[in-house]
């Protein structure tokens, strides 16, 4: 909370029209061989620290009677991921809690939207030490595409976007695939040295 309090602290008494909460952070390899506090960091990024901000923000958004706020969830919240089971585990809960607050500021005049993408060409991979897996090395999407879908959705008050084509059909798949099924599907994505050129 120490980043988020000060930018809150930055922030003041300004008013907020738009927030868009898209701090994340990943982490590679199983669950067991990571370390502790490289994976509570993931916790407290994508979670603690998006929902504190949330609160804090979304408080004086709902005083003021207006305000739209964005966050950035993942398809990857709809698949169990092996190989990146914290990194997962906070996406669905970004999935869930966004749409949720959706509902519970329904007549604020405050709008909530989530913002989907699958993977993106960022440096994500990498810092997640993930070069070695197939996710990591394979084609992502561009991220201003990315941007501009989460913002049209947040501008004309949708309730989720997912962003590309190839994540639209993703993640109607995961709708209806056992969750085992996409559990190995995930496998064969994210176990370290998997990918094919590595």
Partial sequence: ENGADKLIAEIGDRDIDLLFLNAGRGLGRGFIDQDWNEARRVIDTNITGTVYLAHRLG??????????????????????GTFQAVYNGTKAF????????????????????????GATQTRFFERADMMDTEI???EKDNPADVARDGYDALMAGEEQVVSGWKNKMQAAAAHVTPAGMLAEQHRNMAEPGSAKNG
Wanted: no cysteine; net charge positive.
């Fill in 94 to 117: 970004i999935d869930s809690f966004a749409i949720a607050l959706r509902h519970e500021l329904k007549d604020s005049g405050v709008s909530v939207t989530v913002l989907m993408p």
């Fill in 59 to 80: 408080r004086k958004m709902v005083g003021r009677g207006r305000g739209r706020i964005l966050f950035t969830g993942s398809i990857a919240g709809f698949t169990p």
């Fill in 136 to 138: 990591g090395v394979q």
